[in-house]
């Protein structure tokens, strides 16, 4: 006893060790399908790419073009301001002709007047010439504002704009004036800046302008090419980081695919490629990989050695099962014999005494009534009604007749528990399924009759080469099964049984709670059950099951929550192993 203790306590700490690296194996697992969700290195390196362009376009956007425009503003203020310088040092030359006296004052003012009126610059430059009294001297775009007073000359926000360049002339020599001007073939009237000077010797107010409109074409082309020194930038960034990441991520994935390979090939080793960190990274798997071989070899050991043992338990559980139902079915059926032995005599010999009992009777009557007074003639049919003789004779064979009936269903019940479980039945024999199933019903007939109709839907099948026992074992827990998914609800439970080619088909549906498709994966697995506990081990369709398989057939189920389950036996009629 203690031997066989010491045997199954070897066998829990086994299976504790095998559970141990069967959670850590799924935890792992879990972990790898964690991390494959995980951002790949490329769109990290294009998110780093997206922020330096957008920080760049920021930068470009918000500091650089305020900038670049501000800059631009002055340089356009400097270059009018040298424009307008030349043109003073111009009329200083037609001046200094004048006191060289080459031209009288007029005709070189006049030919001062000329030369400045002819010229331009860029698209729309031009000077004018107006003296301090607010008067145009020479204006070339509006020539017919040459000659007039401006002194309440204003522009299209009200500015007295000819007195505004005296005044600044009068206060500083020379300065910018801000207003609003029409630039040259458009009549709407625009932001301007213009810069001023006094030619001190005539009195004249020397001025040229820039638009507003065309400095704000010039930064729109600015921004043109900035936008395509961008998409440039974008472009050159892209392309460093597909390289950098190609060069990052080949590594990687290889090393990727040389994880996934090694579940099946532990001999595999990763290559040594890419930088230092992958090439550390291979080395690590390569060492991982060596000591996860050793270890698995140990755990394979060890689940051959769990596999054996379970399979020598669940043998050893059905043996003493199967056991225990013979030696109960030979003492029930031996203490049942007996007595009913002895019922079956004498109610044969009843019903035999009966007859002659009856016989007597009539014959009595027949008698005392031929030689009766009429008053004992009536006392004695009187008598005879009352007691209900007549009535008595008449039930006496039908009673004994179900009596019998009775004694050899007992006697039949007991001879199908007896055939269930002989130990004759456990050597491989030919049998038909319909008589094994019949007799398995009888025996499950107390767990069918009080929750389901029982259908016999019985086809034409021939003999197969079975274990009958083995058999008889499988259709009592398909059976059981079948009624305890009924509950107390009353439902239907159908056996149907047909044949295909050269298999043999045996189908157990109830109507009962059905089951769930989670739940129906796990049904055939070893101590799965999902009854309370002690009211089930878990055992019964994986034992099922692989009586089956050993067989040459196949069981499989079908179900729908709510509406109940199919289970199909399919065995072939001449198996090509030992049954």
Known sequence: MSRKNNKFDGLNDLYLVIQFLTVREVHLEQISKHHKRGVPIFLHLMGISLVMVIVVVCGIYFYLSPMFESELLKSEKRHSQELVQSVHSLVNEYYQRFQNKEFDEREAQSRALKRISIMRYGSSGYFWVNDMDAKMLMHPIQTELNGKDLSTFKDAKGKLLVMEFVRVCKMNGSGYVDYWWPEPGVNNPVEKTSYVRIFAPWNW????GLYKTAMQRSLDQLRKEMLIGILGLIVLLVTINMIIAVRIARPLNRLSEFSVKLKDDLSLRAPLEG???TRQLAMALNNTAEQLAVTLVSRDRLDAALNSLTDMQMQILQSEKM?????????VAHEINNPMGFINSNLATLKKYNGRTAEFIDYLSEKILYKASAETTRQVGETRR?????RILEDLPNLIKESIEGAERVKSIVQDLKSFSRVDQAECALVNLNEALDTTINIAWNEIKYVATLNREFGD???IKCYPQQLNQVFLNLLVNAAHAIGE???IITVRTWSEQEDVLVSVADSGCGIPDDIKQ?????????KEVGKG??????????IIRKHGGDITVESEVGRGTTFIVRLPINPAVGA
Request: aromatic share 8%.
């Open 489 to 491: 609800n009353q439902g």
């Open 461 to 463: 099948l021939p003999q």
């Open 205 to 208: 107010v020397i001025g040229s």
């Open 386 to 390: 009352l007691l209900k003789i007549d």
């Open 323 to 331: 056991a225990s139902i013979g030696q109960l079915a030979a003492g």
């Open 522 to 530: 796990r049904i055939f697995e070893p101590f799965f059950t999902t």
């Open 275 to 277: 930088s230092l960190e």
């Open 537 to 546: 081990t878990g055992l019964g369709l994986s034992i099922s099951y692989d």
